[in-house]
């Protein structure tokens, strides 16, 4: 099997649409000039620093499959040189990762909520939809205050 090399930049996490978190790179072409993003849901090499630069290995006849395991798994051979670029890759990706869990706490806690739940928060966030974010910003505590204190209150009998 004829393998080829390329080289990519790692630079972190990002949230996708259905809040699932995947792991970015940037390729590198030989002037260390920065090509195309791409994604994948596992990362190619556990625990790496933003900015950290893999050599990743591909079979010739198959360039989107990355050979992950033994001799030819990707690995570390440099660093990104650009500290402003790792800097905004860092906060980036803290931003995306620290969203990931609040959704995820969030679902987890509103597992076997009822569908006319699901269908109210949907109708508020087409109406935030076209707010500003000025305005959601300011609409936002007054709608958790209303629910909150209209929960609060006891029904009268």
Do not use: C
Not at 19 to 28: F, G, S, T, V
Not at 119 to 147: G, N, S
């Amino acid at each position: 099997m004829s393998i080829s090399a390329s080289r990519v930049v790692y630079i972190g996490r990002r949230l996708l649409p259905g809040q699932k978190i995947a792991y970015w790179y940037r390729e590198l072409d030989a002037s260390d000039i920065l090509g195309a993003a791409k994604g994948a849901f596992q990362p190619y090499q556990a625990g790496l620093p933003v900015g950290a630069i893999l050599q990743i290995r591909q079979p010739a006849d198959v360039p989107t499959k990355i050979l992950m395991n033994g001799p030819n798994a990707p690995r570390v051979v440099g660093s990104w040189p650009h500290s402003a670029d790792i800097e905004t890759w860092r906060l980036d990706d803290l931003a995306d990762a620290q969203a990931a869990r609040t959704a995820q706490r969030a679902q987890n806690a509103l597992q076997g909520i009822p569908d006319t739940f699901e269908q109210a928060l949907d109708t508020l966030a087409a109406h935030f939809a076209r707010l500003t974010a000025t305005q959601k910003a300011a609409l936002l505590p007054l709608v958790q205050a209303r629910i909150l204190s209209h929960s609060s209150r006891e029904e009268p009998a």
